[in-house]
């Protein structure tokens, strides 16, 4: 069955830290993935997607993902954290179907 | 540009009663169209998704139906509601044949 796992609920790093959230999904084909932000109360935003091609994907605000496929992997980073990245980040994976399966996100909180 | 848009934001409803959101989109013709529900602590549920006028799509059995009345207008509704229908209801679009989806504000629903 597909699934995508966020092994990591909560993180908090400081502001000006590097970041890494991690993602493992399972699928049976070449996938579609994707990460989301989500601000409190607020609707999912598109940070980046992978589709094929170059396995480092550049994304919205600094964010970049790396695709590993021999690890079922699709890990956010960013570089230096500011402190409007806090919020929940959800990865998700897609088929042919178009449909989308999420990870239960990770919410990340941002140290001044 | 496209745009999504879902209202009421927030609403409150007493067990029993009936519901209906409403999600329209602008600026794109025949896009695919899909509900979902994120519940307090959770990942996010497809609950429906349409791709043309008329048809629609059930992923889980539910109190919850939905309809596409035109093109660009997806509605999920209720006759009665349960406390389990609490939650935070996302609609989102894509393009026809592609893979990415947006979402729209989102609508919380309080069932008391």
């Known amino acids: 069955a597909q699934s995508v796992t966020q092994p990591d609920i909560h993180i908090t790093v400081s502001e000006g830290a590097s970041l890494e959230l991690r993602c493992n999904y399972s699928?049976?084909?070449?996938?579609?993935l994707f990460w989301y932000v989500q601000s409190p109360g607020q609707g999912l935003q598109l940070l980046l997607k992978?589709?094929?091609?170059?396995?480092l994907v550049q994304g919205i605000k600094g964010f970049e993902a790396e695709f590993k496929r021999s690890q079922s992997s699709f890990n956010l980073r960013k570089p230096s954290v500011h402190w409007s990245d806090a919020a929940e980040y959800f990865c998700?994976?897609?088929?042919?179907?178009?449909?989308?399966?999420f990870g239960t996100g990770t919410l990340l909180a941002v140290q001044p | 540009s496209q745009t999504i848009h879902q209202w009421p934001a927030t609403l409150v409803q007493p067990v029993g009663s009936p519901l209906s959101l409403e999600c329209t989109v602008e600026?794109?013709?025949?896009?695919?169209l899909y509900w979902y529900r994120q519940a307090a602590g959770r990942g996010l549920q497809l609950l429906f998704y349409?791709?043309?006028?008329?048809?629609i799509s059930s992923e889980v059995p539910q109190n919850l139906s939905a309809s596409r009345p035109q093109d660009r207008q997806f509605i999920l509704s209720s006759k009665k509601l349960l406390l389990s229908d609490s939650g935070f209801y996302l609609c989102?679009?894509?393009?026809?044949?592609?893979?990415?989806?947006?979402f729209g504000p989102g609508t919380r629903l309080l069932v008391l």
């Open positions: 989102a679009w894509s393009g026809t044949g592609e893979e990415t989806q947006y």
């Open positions: 699928y049976g084909a070449t996938p579609y």
């Open positions: 600026g794109t013709s025949n896009p695919n």
């Open positions: 349409s791709v043309g006028i008329g048809q």
């Open positions: 998700a994976v897609s088929g042919a179907t178009n449909k989308l399966i």
């Open positions: 992978y589709f094929s091609g170059d396995t």
